[in-house]
């Protein structure tokens, strides 16, 4: 096994069921786990979040969010943690199949690779890489957020008790977030919602296993992580995620390993999408689980002060493709102008801690 993290004891919990279930519609229970609670300025704009990607995704389904303050490392303003599901591509592939729905997804359809065993370029435990074909437990097996699982179809048991995601922000940077849009986001101040709704992503399934290979790889000791210590310690595992899926360094190049220059792409790498990072102590010093720093989109890897964001065509775009349905189709993909951005201020990050569940 390799690293699983503890979820952190919980102090004081109040159950805040902000949404009425609906039939038709992404649904958010809320459970503010703060110590001292969150205030009313903050739990109505983290609603605020949540109802944005209630109002672009439709799937009917409900995701359990644990949300609240505490402290966090230098430069990270929030943190995501998932609980993933395990099962084999071949699932994973028959479930996206059953829920396309929209242009996007035929088109990702159509370029999947056919399995049971998937085939990659991908990082060994030495940091060497190497085209990964041998049907190792790493090439069948794939781990979703419980959130993702539930969009695909997969029935989930999770509950306010056991959540789908704990999402948590800087105490340090309570008093720098800004919790309304109203009158603009001062130029000294962080956006709450945009903080909110990016972590919100990665909880939906916006996330790479890449960032584990980068943590696991040498030179650190795979001990570290819970694994042998040899070159080929990530082939007896899971370890990629669906939105490694349509992880792409060219054409027909499926690519997974660390640094490099890949590429969201939903048919089969010929079409860049956006980029992608490529890990904090590998690759571009951005965690893989985000597209590229120099792009506005809501899930590249920081925010800076004075800005806010919602999702990109290029967000939804990703959501569409690892199994999503949105509300609102996006335009093809060689439509799509590139923007390209500035500065970064303030790192964030989805520290990820893996709690493994298994699917029903
Ligand atoms: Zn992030």
Redesign the pocket.
């Known amino acids: 096994m390799k690293q699983i993290y503890q979820r952190p004891m919980l102090a004081a919990s109040l159950a805040l069921a902000f949404l009425a279930p609906s039939a038709h519609a992404l649904t958010f229970v809320l459970h503010d786990v703060s110590a001292g609670g969150m205030s009313a300025q903050q739990l109505a704009a983290f609603q605020t979040a949540a109802n944005y990607w209630s109002g672009k995704l439709s799937d009917p389904v409900t995701i359990y969010l644990d949300i609240g303050f505490n402290n966090l490392g230098q430069n990270i303003l929030?943190s995501?943690s998932s609980t993933f599901a395990i099962t084999d591509y071949n699932n994973i592939h028959n479930a996206l199949l059953a829920d396309a729905s929209s242009a996007l997804d035929n088109t990702a359809m159509a370029h999947m690779q056919s399995g049971p065993a998937l085939k990659f370029w991908a990082t060994q435990g030495d940091g060497s890489s190497r085209f990964d074909n041998d049907g190792s437990a790493n090439n069948i097996y794939l781990g979703m957020t419980t959130a993702n699982a539930k969009a695909m179809g997969f029935g989930i048991g999770t509950s306010i008790a056991s959540p789908d995601a704990s999402i948590v922000f800087a105490n340090a940077y309570a008093g720098d977030f800004v919790y309304t849009r109203a009158g603009g986001i001062p130029s000294d101040k962080v956006d709450f919602i945009t903080v909110a709704q990016?972590?919100i992503?990665?909880a939906l399934g916006?996330t790479s296993g890449v960032d584990d290979i980068d943590y696991c790889m040498a030179p650190r000791n795979g001990a570290a992580c819970g694994i042998s210590n040899t070159a080929d310690r990530f082939e007896g595992d899971w370890w990629y995620e669906p939105l490694d899926l349509f992880r792409y360094s060219a054409a027909g190049v499926a690519d997974v390993r660390v640094g490099g220059t890949p590429y969201f792409s939903v048919d089969g790498g010929v079409t860049s999408i956006a980029p992608f990072s490529t890990g904090t102590e590998h690759g571009n010093g951005w965690?893989a689980?985000?597209f590229g720093p120099n792009q506005v989109n809501l899930?590249r890897?920081f925010v800076g002060d004075g800005e806010w964001y919602d999702a990109s065509n290029k967000d939804l775009a990703a959501m569409d493709a690892i199994g999503w349905d949105l509300t609102s189709p996006v335009p093809e993909p060689g439509t799509w102008a590139m923007l390209l951005a500035g500065l970064g201020l303030l790192g964030?990050?989805?520290r990820r801690r893996r709690h493994t569940s298994h699917p029903a």
């Open positions: 929030g995501t990016h972590e992503g990665h916006f965690q689980s985000h899930m890897p964030w990050t989805s």
